[in-house]
Each structure stands twice: as structure tokens, then as C-alpha cells.
């Protein structure tokens, strides 16, 4: 998983209550297990008309938000099915962060294993950085993870608080799977006090 420390980009505005998953990634593209290739199918039902012909009215087919990499929506974002689909289809289409004043339980837990970092802020402040995100590709918004901050165009830093054992595994890039690799030395060493004790085990390997 690639870590997130500090991101500069454009943001994405999506002033819009309840985005639940399967507006994210409607169900129709799940597919695949694969972690890649959803993010030309992210929010499809919006993104395009019934022909397959992109709707210029949605955010992402503008520019500069084609090269979005942050998303800043309103209340409960990622509502819905539990899938982990939604997580990979934003990651793939390029979008690292999320801001919304709050998130589904499911879709926040899962963010975090796949290296998209959900930001928690307050609904108005949510309102001034979607308008600062509008004033387009000059208007970068950094969120940093170092420092639990989220900064706006004009320089003003806004503090937000991430769980402290999140936060060390984005910042180091670690998912479940890495997260066991670190104790890789004592596992291998407690198997081999197993088969030591009972060679058995070992013959049976």
C-alpha cells in the first residue's frame, strides 16, 4: 500500500449529503477482485448518459478535476453496501483523500486499508474549502498527514485528528497484510520453537 504523508493537488467539489457506495461504483462493474480498473467506472451514474457519452455537467469530466486527487463532500459519504470496491475506484481514478463531515463506518474502515485518507470536518468548513476547490486547478488544497493539517489556498491550516494507529499505518504505507509482516522475525521464530518441540509437525510440512 503506498504511504500517505503530505498531498498538494486539486480538489474535487461534490456538495452533495449521503454519496453512498453504490453510487460510487455501481454494482454492475464488481466484477473483478482486482484492486485496479474501476476508476473509469467511478461514479458512472454520473459520469455518464444513457448512450455511454460522458455528462459534461458532472464535476470529474471538467477541468481541472479529470486530475482530481482530493474529494470534498458533505454528511455521511460512503454510505451503503459494504463493499471495498468503492475505496479501490477512487484510489485508481486518483483520488487519495476524502473530506466530508463524516463517513459510513464500513466505507471509513476501509478507506484506511487501501490507502485513502478520510478527513473529518466540520460541515461549514467542509462549505469553504468546496469553494475554494471551485476557483479550479490555481486553488490547490494540501492535506498533511504529518502534521494533521488541512491547508487551504489562502494559507490558513485547518487541524483534524485521525486515530493514532491509522495514521501510523498510512504514514508508513501498511495494510493488514504488512501490518503482520512486521512481526515477521517473532512468527518465524515461534515456528520454528513449534517444530523444534514437536518434530512431527515439521515432517508433515
Not at 487519495?96 to 471509513?108: G, K, M, T, Y
Not at 469553494?131 to 486553488?139: I, S, V
Request: aromatic fraction near 8%; glycine fraction near 8%; proline fraction near 7%.
Amino acid at each position: 500500500m503506498q504511504a500517505f504523508t503530505k498531498l498538494t493537488g486539486i480538489a474535487a467539489p461534490m456538495p452533495k449529503a449521503n454519496v453512498d457506495t453504490d453510487q460510487i461504483i455501481p454494482a454492475r462493474f464488481l466484477k473483478s477482485i482486482s484492486r485496479t480498473g474501476f476508476g473509469k467506472n467511478l461514479f458512472a451514474n454520473f459520469r455518464y448518459r444513457e448512450d455511454g457519452s460522458e455528462n459534461p455537467d458532472f464535476v470529474l469530466n471538467q477541468e481541472p478535476y479529470r486530475k482530481a486527487e482530493i474529494l470534498i463532500a458533505f454528511e455521511n459519504f460512503g454510505c451503503g453496501s459494504s463493499r471495498e470496491h468503492a475505496p479501490w475506484a477512487l484510489l485508481d481514478f486518483g483520488i487519495r483523500c476524502v473530506i466530508a463531515p463524516d463517513f459510513a463506518d464500513i466505507f471509513h474502515n476501509n478507506s484506511f486499508k487501501n490507502g485513502v485518507l478520510p478527513v473529518r470536518l466540520p460541515r461549514e468548513v467542509c462549505e469553504q474549502l468546496i469553494e475554494d476547490a471551485r476557483m479550479g486547478g490555481n486553488a490547490r488544497i494540501t492535506v498533511d498527514l504529518e502534521r494533521d493539517v488541512v491547508v487551504r489556498p489562502n494559507g490558513e491550516e485547518i487541524p483534524f485528528r485521525i486515530d493514532p494507529l491509522r495514521r501510523h499505518l498510512l504514514l508508513n504505507g501498511l495494510d493488514d497484510i504488512g501490518q503482520t509482516l512486521q512481526h515477521a522475525p517473532a512468527i518465524d521464530g515461534y515456528e520454528a520453537k513449534q517444530k523444534a518441540s514437536q518434530p512431527w509437525l515439521g515432517a508433515a510440512a
